[in-house]
T-cell receptor, first 112, second 109 residues
Framework: DTAVSQTPKYLVTQMGNDKSIKCEQN?????MYWYKQDSKKFLKIMFS???????INETVPNRFSPKSPDKAHLNLHINSLELGDSAVYFC???????????FGQGTRLTVV | GIQVEQSPPDLILQEGANSTLRCNFS?????LQWFHQNPWGQLINLFY???GTKQNGRLSATTVATERYSLLYISSSQTTDSGVYFC???????????FGAGTRLFVKA
């Protein structure tokens, strides 16, 4: 049983397209996140949701729109993809407060 | 915001050697984790260690929260230990995990 699962694992698309990445967790956590890992392996938080409410939006372009239909899911929709959006996107989840966060396997997005 | 610094940035070891990775953070935190990102890109949880010492096989970690640092020890390194090791801390509100830049480890056979 995968704790945090993302789909797809790989995504290759052309500039200007719109794409979505899905994330689901079966850990019963109430907080979910999206992180972006750039080519230098640096991991930066993009969004955080707690009980389906947006808690953190780290000055991400509004072409990125997260959606949390329920506590177990946090999807990421990206409009008008740009070359600079190429990266690995990680979904994660935890319980609010001082607890361990668990990460999905990542989605490698390549914009051509 | 909290700054997280990891050292060394790069490390090459001969198989069987021991090493210590360090994580310094600039403010009080109540949550600290160590991750290993393997060559396939997976982020694997190693330790959840806001304070104290933990051991798991050849790996152990110590966090001294009052002095704002954590150490990850790898003993008898193996080639499968290669990858990037990240330290990550969470702020007091508990909604934002900040990562260090990582230590890239390569273990030679």
């Amino acid at each position: 049983d995968t704790a945090v699962s993302q789909t797809p694992k790989y995504l290759v698309t052309q500039m200007g397209n719109d794409k979505s990445i899905k994330c689901e967790q079966n850990l019963g956590h109430d907080t979910m996140y999206w992180y972006k890992q750039d080519s230098k392996k640096f991991l930066k938080i993009m969004f955080s949701y707690n009980n389906k409410e947006l808690i953190i939006n780290e000055t991400v372009p509004n072409r990125f729109s997260p959606k949390s239909p329920d506590k177990a899911h946090l999807n990421l929709h990206i409009n008008s993809l740009e070359l600079g959006d190429s990266a690995v996107y990680f979904c994660a989840s935890s319980v609010q407060g001082n607890t361990e966060a668990f990460f999905g396997q990542g989605t490698r997005l390549t914009v051509v | 915001g909290i700054q997280v610094e990891q050292s060394p940035p790069d490390l090459i070891l001969q198989e069987g050697a021991n090493s210590t990775l360090r994580c310094n953070f600039s403010d009080s935190v109540n949550n600290l984790q160590w991750f290993h990102q393997n060559p396939w890109g997976q982020l694997i949880n190693l330790f959840y260690i806001p304070s104290g010492t933990k051991q798991n096989g050849r790996l152990s970690a110590t966090t001294v929260a009052t002095e704002r640092y954590s150490l990850l020890y790898i003993s008898s390194s193996q080639t499968t230990d290669s990858g990037v090791y990240f330290c990550a801390v969470r702020n007091t509100g508990g909604f934002k995990t900040i990562f260090g830049a990582g230590t890239r480890l390569f273990v030679k056979a």
